[in-house]
């Protein structure tokens, strides 16, 4: 299943914490205004609390194929269209979904 199809910087956010199962917008606020996050159950570095059962890939998108007669060769700033982001009951098949929602 592809979740998102061009996904933006202002996405990235929220796709990791959908992935992780961790309300970030929420601890961000609370902190933005001091109050606490230690209820919250956030990931740290030593747990990272990683989900179980699935892993979430986000894979960029060009637009070769829309663009008729264009240079398919990048060039050192990899500019993408977008961003495809999926899930996957491990990093290979979430890879792989990625990779087909891309039309690669």
Do not use: H, W
């Amino acid at each position: 299943m592809c979740i998102e199809y061009n996904v933006r910087a202002s996405r990235s956010f929220p796709f990791v914490s959908k992935t992780m199962g961790a309300y970030f917008i929420e601890a961000v606020t609370r902190a933005m205004v001091n109050v606490s996050t230690e209820d919250m159950n956030l990931p740290t570095l030593e747990t990272r609390n990683c989900p179980s059962g699935y892993v979430g890939v986000k894979a960029s998108m060009y637009s070769f194929t829309r663009l008729l007669g264009s240079d398919q060769v990048l060039g050192v700033e990899m500019a993408s269209t977008g961003e495809v982001a999926c899930y996957g009951q491990n990093k290979e098949e979430a890879f792989l979904k990625s990779l087909l929602s891309t039309g690669f």
